[in-house]
């Protein structure tokens, strides 16, 4: 079992950022792949950004490309998501994830979740 917490988020103006941690415990945390994704109100989850246990495979959506970051602390157990240059349209729960094997774009394919954090970008 992993269990995972998020946290971080808030409410920011257009333009401004923030970071988002997703800190694990549980299994050894190395040996899963992390995704970051996202829920609006009315909205299907959708993914945002996935990285390998070992950090070298990064994935993110088109929409966020260029403005986020995903990384990971191995040695600390967390998973982040550094978000720059935020939009309304980025509002959102959002939610961090955990899988074995390799990184995934899929919800379906991930078998731990936070319970997830609020993220409010203002116009």
């Known amino acids: 079992q992993v269990q995972l917490v998020e946290s971080g988020g808030g409410l920011v103006q257009a333009g401004g950022s923030l970071r988002l941690s997703c800190a694990a415990s549980?299994?050894?945390?190395?040996?899963?792949?992390m995704g970051w994704f996202r829920q609006a109100p009315g909205k299907e989850r959708e993914f945002v950004a996935a990285?390998?246990?070992?950090?070298?495979?990064?994935y993110y959506v088109d929409s966020v490309k260029g403005r986020f970051t995903i990384s990971r602390d191995n040695a600390k157990n967390t998973v982040y998501l550094q978000m720059n240059s935020l939009k309304p349209e980025d509002t959102a729960v959002y939610y961090c994830?955990?899988?074995?094997?390799?990184?995934?774009?899929?919800?379906?394919?991930?078998?731990?979740w936070g319970q997830g954090t609020q993220v409010t970008v203002s116009s």
């Open positions: 994830a955990a899988r074995t094997l390799r990184a995934s774009t899929s919800k379906y394919d991930y078998d731990y």
């Open positions: 549980g299994r050894t945390f190395s040996g899963y792949a």
């Open positions: 990285i390998s246990w070992s950090g070298n495979s990064i």
